[in-house]
């Protein structure tokens, strides 16, 4: 079972990156998928979450309207397109996958807490600096 979490690296603000979460070795299509960043001597933050089905997401407020959760199924893959970076953004970006069963496929999830997760990708580091 493994998360692998990519695409990270250095941005100048204002530009954009697309981190991908691949997937193997578990049911991916029956668990919502969540990013999560941690900034440099903080706590961990929820960012974004798909549900299994797609057709839910949500975002946390400091990157609504920024970023765009996404998932290919097909190939096990989740996105996180992030445009209009900003400094604050800077962080090592985590993916989680979290099932909530069949009769849940629309739901999403906001949890920060890895434990609360039941798979836990590496993260990818994400610089926005000038």
């Known amino acids: 079972v493994q998360l692998q979490a990519s695409g990270g690296g250095l941005v100048q603000p204002g530009g954009s990156l697309r981190l991908s979460c691949a997937a193997s070795?578990?049911?991916?299509?029956?668990?919502?998928m969540s990013w999560i960043r941690q900034a440099p001597g903080k706590g961990r933050e929820w960012v974004s979450c798909?549900?299994?089905?797609?057709?839910?997401?949500d975002y946390a407020d400091s990157v609504k309207g920024r970023f765009t959760i996404s998932r290919d199924d097909a190939n096990l893959t989740v996105f996180l397109q992030m445009d209009s970076l900003e400094v604050e953004d800077t962080a090592i970006y985590y993916c989680?996958?979290?099932?909530?069963?069949?009769?849940?496929?629309?739901?999403?999830?906001?949890?920060?807490?890895?434990?609360?997760?039941?798979?836990w990708g590496q993260g990818t580091l994400v610089t926005v600096s000038s």
């Open positions: 989680g996958a979290y099932y909530l069963g069949p009769l849940h496929t629309n739901t999403i999830v906001t949890t920060a807490d890895s434990s609360a997760y039941d798979y």
């Open positions: 070795g578990f049911r991916y299509s029956s668990f919502a």
């Open positions: 798909i549900s299994a089905s797609g057709g839910t997401t």
